[in-house]
């Protein structure tokens, strides 16, 4: 079916600028053309698409990124007394100088670009491939788009336990950068890997994480995505899983213009986990914030959780998207999924959109989804206890975020964030 | 220490009037029991003392040791030293006690120009007087009132006041929902606090917390006011006759 002629323009508009990257192997040629094709099949998303009405895609359809004011933080960077291996990106480029040596035990990891330009490589079965069985029912074509165009990005295999996780950072140092980052990432079986993601990247980024945790393999992600307040995010994760494996993954949004996070997670071995979660502090009608996710269970016995928790204040918008879909057959799984957040004023909205589907009649599913202000009764009661409305305000802010933050496993990590939602806080953005 | 003058006071929105001309002075290291039937503005006004938002005063006056107490934000007069042990404690999910508590301390603390307590310095504090109190560890570890049973509560609202030690303690009804050994715990946790100075403002029902904490002045409210000041005889007639020959007398 062809594409309605402004579908069909905005993607051309969008195309224009890009080209593909060479070098790649027949292999990697042809997954990235099948990518653009997917992306000329789907067009590029429109306000009126049934997943984007909450947020406007026009700030991702532009053909060149706005331009986003560089940021200078006076924090610590994040994870910086953590023991990792570090691979720093800048606007999206890798940048060799500034990250460790790629050698890591129990880990193979190298550039896209090198795993793409070898004829026979372990990545050919996972790139471009979880993205394109991630695109239905539901259609990313950013996510597409990436696929076809990014050349940057690296290439994780765990065999092992790896001895330390590995880090990637993103810096900036131009304020017009429009980054595509591709990662793929195989667990294999009894591996056990973390990645960690700190930073803005670009003044627009789009990343995508392809991450395949073989059987009774384990993949944690802990990411914070930059405090810069003009930047825009459009990131997917698409994530397979096997049997009795372990996925979760964690993120922590404070500010930024628009960020839209997209996970997309099959389970398709028994007894598998898969824990999503995020925490968000939004503040101006100019953040928007938005978790869209897709978790399918496929297979029995298998846990899912989704935990989102978002605060917003002067008119900041937050918006959850969350689906459990149950195949026929994928007896016993356990499904939850709760999101929920907290207004600190009137001028800020949450968009919800909570959906279950479900096709066994033996599984437990629950979801909850909830707008609330800060409770009165509580805010007074700590007052009289001789804290100040501000500081109770926050404690209560903190209160209701740590369903979330307890998601996160490593305390290290969990208490970095932690002290950063704080400083926030503290400092009012 | 306390001195409330022909206080009036109403509900913010629907406008009725609770309080219709309250008198009352607790002298310093003075125990005052208000006893009243339901409905007679006892608790309005502790919260109002306390300052608990949708109450309007419409007259009168309320200070502390000088100090007009309506004029100030809660968390001002708990730094000024006065203290509301809750009817009915607020839990707060998400809130560790320990937490909470410290936090309160060194609020107060920053308030009054003090230097605030170490993390260290304030657990062996805290833990002193939470023993005597039978709270144990994992309670106050657990979040703020959150699954604890009717007597942790109260407990634990007594254990705050032991922290943040304040001049003038009111106590809201502490003794409902408490069995006869929970409230001879209270009761001793609020007895350890009368040093001649500290004054409290015990709002009850019943004669028989009085029993444990033994008052000096004992005051009956009834339909926004004073009707009866006198001492401890005072409860012990409420207690054989009821409210109804007082209030009789009163109209």
């Given at each position: ?161 790896a001895a330390k996780p590995v880090s990637l950072i993103y810096r900036r140092s131009t304020e017009t950068a429009d980054a595509l980052m591709h990662h793929v990432i195989r667990v294999e ?241 | ?251």
């Amino acid at each position: 079916m062809a594409l309605p002629k402004l579908k069909a323009d905005a993607t051309e508009a969008r195309l224009a600028p890009l080209s593909l990257p060479q070098g790649g192997a027949a292999w990697a040629e042809a997954a990235r053309h099948d990518a653009l094709n997917r992306v000329g099949a789907m067009g590029l998303p429109a306000r009126r698409d049934e997943y984007w009405r909450y947020t406007n895609p026009a700030d991702l359809l532009s053909p060149q990124a706005p331009r986003a004011a560089l940021f200078v933080s006076d924090e610590l960077p994040p994870f910086d007394a953590v023991d990792r291996l570090k691979v720093v990106f800048v606007d999206g480029v890798i940048d060799p100088a500034q990250s460790d040596d790629l050698t890591l035990a129990g880990l193979e990891i190298t550039t896209l670009a090198d795993a793409l330009s070898q004829d026979a490589h372990w990545s050919r079965e996972v790139f471009g491939q979880l993205e394109a069985r991630g695109q239905k029912p539901v259609e990313r074509a950013f996510a597409a788009l990436n696929t076809a165009f990014a050349a940057e990005g690296v290439v994780i295999r765990a065999m092992g336990k790896a001895a330390k996780p590995v880090s990637l950072i993103y810096r900036r140092s131009t304020e017009t950068a429009d980054a595509l980052m591709h990662h793929v990432i195989r667990v294999e079986s009894g591996a056990d890997l973390s990645v960690l993601e700190n930073g803005p990247a670009a003044a627009r980024l789009n990343t995508v994480m392809e991450v395949d945790v073989a059987d009774g393999g384990a993949f944690h992600h802990v990411r914070t995505q930059g405090r810069d307040r003009e930047r825009r995010a459009a990131t997917h994760i698409f994530a397979r899983v096997g049997e009795g494996a372990t996925y979760k993954s964690f993120t922590l949004t404070v500010n930024g213009a628009l960020t839209r996070n997209e996970t997309v997670i099959e389970i398709l071995g028994d007894d598998a986990v898969a824990h999503v979660a995020g925490a968000c502090l939004g503040d101006g009608a100019d953040f928007n914030h938005d978790d869209t996710v897709f978790i399918t269970h496929d297979a029995l016995r298998c846990e899912s959780r989704q935990v989102f928790k978002k605060v917003l204040k002067n008119g900041a918008t937050g918006i959850f998207q969350g689906k459990i879909l149950v195949k026929p057959g994928a007896q016993k799984t356990d499904g939850y999924q709760i999101s929920q957040s907290l207004l600190l004023d009137d001028d800020s909205q949450f968009l919800a959109k909570p959906e279950l589907e479900i096709y066994a009649d033996d599984v437990a599913c629950s979801h909850g989804s909830t707008s609330g202000a800060i409770d009165e009764t509580a805010l007074f009661y700590l007052r009289s206890r001789g804290v100040p409305e501000k500081e109770a305000v926050d404690l209560l802010t903190l209160a209701f975020l740590a369903e979330a933050m307890d998601e996160i496993e490593d305390q290290a990590l969990a208490d970095d964030l932690r002290g950063r939602l704080v400083a926030w806080l503290r400092r009012r953005h | 220490m306390l001195t409330i003058n022909n206080l009036h006071a109403e509900l913010e929105e629907e406008g009725k009037q609770i309080l219709k001309g309250v008198d009352l002075v607790v002298e310093p290291g003075k125990v005052h029991a208000i006893m009243g039937p339901n409905g007679s503005g006892k608790s309005t006004l502790s919260y109002i003392l306390a300052g608990r938002d949708g109450y309007a005063v419409t007259e009168g006056s309320a200070t502390l040791d000088g100090v007009d107490l309506l004029e100030m934000a809660p968390e001002e007069r708990a730094a000024a030293g006065l203290f509301l042990a809750f009817q009915y404690p607020v839990e707060i999910p998400g809130v560790g006690n320990m937490t909470f508590l410290r936090t309160a301390l060194n609020a107060q603390r920053k308030a009054q120009g003090q230097e605030e307590l170490s993390a260290g310095d304030f657990l062996k504090f805290v833990r002193e007087k939470a023993k005597t109190l039978k709270i144990d560890a994992e309670m106050l570890k657990r979040p703020v009132n959150v699954g604890f049973s009717g007597g942790e509560k109260k407990r634990n609202e007594i254990l705050q006041m032991q922290v943040l030690e304040p001049k003038m303690c009111i106590l809201d009804e502490t003794d409902s929902g408490l069995d006869v050994d929970a409230m001879k715990l209270v009761a001793e946790g609020v007895n350890g606090l009368r040093d001649g100075k500290r004054s409290f403002l015990v709002i009850t029902h019943y004669q028989r917390l009085l029993d444990h904490i033994q008052p000096d002045v004992v005051h009956i409210m009834a339909n926004g006011r004073i009707i009866r000041t006198g001492g401890p005889e005072l409860a012990l007639e409420v207690e054989n006759n009821g409210y109804a020959d007082l209030l009789a007398e009163a109209n």
